[in-house]
């Protein structure tokens, strides 16, 4: 047994993308300022100079799509930190960033995030099991803006051995090519196991910065993966229909992948749909609403429909903490979402809207991720698990915990034991006095001592090169070498 959820049919799937492949060649997207328009136009795209908005003929577009490789490895520090997207693969999940707030469970303060918050976090989440990618969280405001993309890098890629995406856009691109040297080997090596990826932002609807876009042909040139996101907003930047926003959604992340496949062919992208509603009562944008659960769903059998890589951020929710709204709306999203099967399911760690990171609710998350990947597991029916034997064995009255399966088999994993979750007698429970926000809190301090007794991921040689690369100081390379 092994659950099959069916969001759209074929037509409605094929419907959606010759959609949004026509808006393409019907109205286009824009493109100014980027070096990309007059390949655009060599290649038969109508380009308006004076605007930045380039046609893009269907048949170009479905070239593109063609270039684009359906299996993509992610690449972590040992092959086994390696994660593929492909088909037949299973979702994997990952953070969102750039978050400018954290609420600091120490203290219950929602305060700027820092350095030592993007430190923490990435810690925190390098141990959780159920995560699989690591992104920059956080954004680390008390760092000078001049020098603060370098350190968070360094931060980041000394702290864990999985994957590793760089959320906001680079301005270094020769260090960051550099980067790319140090953590491979070369860029060879690099190109076969891309360490690191980046993510590129459409500006809704239907535009891309120019030069954020040059950036990031010259980074997939080099074998960087590139996460295209759309994160339209269903009756303010998309249209207030579900389906209309997927097809706009849609039509940025082709208009953005035909031009990095033109000026760098075989460019491995993610299609990552983000999108949510404008609340008309209260005037703000949701993405634990259960509207974005169900275009994150079509998003991604359409991508899968036409061959791509997806994303989907199924771990969203608009509550402020830790309460019920947090449950059900990441629950009820994530269980929804998965049911498509994206290859990435980000939203881990955050809360408030993807506004404000909690590293409590990472260790929830990581729960929530054990259970849905149950929920999607296959479940055994055969002879063994209809345990015919063995209820005749037992017989009428008998009972179940002698028996040798039962035991292989808890161990084997047919039962999640959860962490947080409280299955105690409601007098254990009032007795021993925890909530599961006191045991999510707990095993955030219980996990960061242990972190601190390890070893660093990188060798001196290594960490010296990034040192020099992200102009680092003692103080950093030191916490690196955590001496």
């Known amino acids: 047994m092994k659950a099959k959820t069916t969001w759209l049919a074929d037509e409605e799937k094929s419907r959606i993308a010759d959609q949004a492949i026509d808006l393409l060649a019907s109205t286009g997207m824009r493109f100014a300022g980027s070096k990309v328009l007059p390949l655009l136009a060599e290649r038969g795209a109508v380009v308006d100079e004076s605007t930045g908005v380039a046609r893009l003929p269907r048949a170009l577009v479905e070239w593109a799509i063609a270039q684009t490789p359906r299996s993509i490895v992610m690449a972590g520090a040992t092959p086994a930190d390696d994660v593929v997207l492909g088909e037949g693969e299973p979702f994997h999940f990952a953070p969102s960033g750039c978050v400018a707030k954290t609420l600091d469970f120490r203290t219950g303060i929602r305060r700027p995030s820092t350095l030592d918050d993007l430190r923490e976090c990435t810690a925190l989440m390098d141990e959780l099991p159920q995560l699989d990618l690591m992104w920059t969280q956080v954004s680390a405001t008390d760092v000078p803006l001049e ?252 009972g179940y915990l002698g028996e040798k399966d039962t035991a292989r088999r808890i161990r084997a994993g047919e039962h999640l034991m959860p962490t947080v979750s409280n299955r105690l007698s409601y007098d254990k429970w009032v007795e021993e006095g925890r909530t599961e926000n006191d045991v999510a809190n707990d095993e955030v301090e219980r996990i960061l001592a242990a972190r601190a007794t390890k070893d660093p991921y990188l060798d001196d040689g290594q960490i010296d090169d990034l040192v020099e690369i992200c102009k680092m100081d003692a103080e950093g390379a030191r916490r690196a070498r955590r001496a």
Not at 253 to 258: I, P, Y
Not at 283 to 290: A, D, L, P, Q
Not at 368 to 389: F, G, K, P, Q, Y
């Open 147 to 398: 020098q603060r993309e370098l350190v968070e890098y360094f931060t980041m890629l000394s702290e864990t051995s999985k994957h590793v995406t760089f959320v906001d856009c680079p301005n270094e691109i020769d260090a960051v090519i550099r980067i790319c040297e140090v953590l491979s080997g070369d860029l060879e090596r690099f190109r076969a196991r891309p360490r690191i990826s980046t993510v590129v932002t459409a500006a809704s609807p239907l535009q891309v910065e120019g030069a954020v876009l040059d950036i990031h042909v010259a980074l997939a040139a080099q074998g960087v993966p590139i996460e295209v996101y759309s994160m339209t907003i269903a009756g303010a930047t998309s249209p207030v229909t579900l389906a209309g926003t997927v097809v706009q959604g849609l039509a940025e992340f082709l208009g953005v992948a035909t031009a990095l496949q033109v000026a760098a062919p075989g460019a491995k992208l993610v299609f990552c749909f983000g999108s949510g509603i404008l609340d008309m009562l209260r005037t703000t944008f949701s993405m634990g609403c259960v509207e974005s659960a169900l275009m994150g769903a079509m998003a991604t059998e359409v991508g899968h429909y036409l061959g791509v890589p997806t994303l989907n951020p199924g771990l969203s929710t608009d509550s402020k903490h830790l309460g019920l709204q947090n449950g059900y709306e990441k629950a009820l999203k994530v269980a929804s979402v998965c049911g498509a099967n994206p290859d990435i399911v980000s939203g881990w760690g955050l809360i408030d809207s993807h506004n404000t990171m909690y590293l409590p609710q990472s260790v929830v998350d990581n729960e929530i991720a054990a259970m849905v990947r149950r929920l999607n597991r296959e479940v055994e029916v055969s002879a063994a698990t209809l345990a015919a034997d063995s209820i005749a064995k037992v017989g009428p009255g008998g």
